[in-house]
């Protein structure tokens, strides 16, 4: 399996990071999940390209996971595809609507597929995925690709979304902030530190990263350190980690 990170920043410009948007690849399938602002872009500086995502996987409908999606819709439409899969949380089915009403021109361009899903299993684009509900200011699911890959999504840390990503190869934990940053519905180091001690996880991926954190990353990674001794790192747009 291949994650590539293609946007690890959040709602705030840092000039260097887009908006969340991850891939995730295994022998010639391929999923997209979430499509901020910026997706569409790193999709083609990824070489992989928006022919080729026919599938779409939301945490949640927040703009910073959404914006790109109707980019990606008129840029498959340009290229000749016909079809797209999006697949989310409750209200999925409204969103679409409501971004196809605002832009009538685009309906009907693309054979679209939308499916709510909810806290358990199910599949998608040939992915057998788990799903956990986090907490975030809107319904926000976390995914799990068997023992391989998990993504919180956005949300704050705590020891049931840790316990749901224990013994993953990979995590990439929402990680918005510095500590000293006074934050609900986001984690700051300290606190993902405490909810991820005890776990064994391969490695976790800091992400959604705001313009706080810039500069700041020895700290970050100091304090959660304090409680959880496993290898973490920040995640950086387009790079791609190779999960056995
Ligand atoms: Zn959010
Ligand atoms: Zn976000």
Partial sequence: MRVTFLGTGSAMATGERFQTGILVQEDGRTLLVDCGSGVLHRLQQSGVGYET?????????HLDHVADLLPLMKARWLAGEEHLEI???Q????????????????????ELR?????????????????????RHSLPCLAYR????????????AFAGLANFADESAILAHDCSFPDDVDVSN???????????????IGRVYLTHLYPHTDGRHEEMLESIGV??????????????????
């Fill in 53 to 61: 995502v026919s599938s779409v996987l939301l945490t949640h409908h």
């Fill in 87 to 89: 697949v989310g949380p």
């Fill in 91 to 110: 209200g999925t089915k409204g969103l679409i609507d409501g971004l196809l009403s605002v832009h009538e021109y685009m309906q009907e361009k693309l």
């Fill in 114 to 134: 939308v499916r709510e899903v909810h806290p358990g299993g199910f599949s998608v684009a040939g992915f057998d995925v788990s799903a956990y509900e986090t």
């Fill in 145 to 156: 690709f068997d023992d391989r890959f998990t993504f919180s999504g956005d949300s704050e």
């Fill in 186 to 200: 986001h984690p700051t180091p300290e606190r993902l530190g405490t909810a991820l001690a005890g776990t064994d």
């Fill in 227 to 244: 409680h959880y001794d496993g290898d973490v790192r920040f995640a950086e747009d387009l790079t791609t980690i190779t999960v056995e």
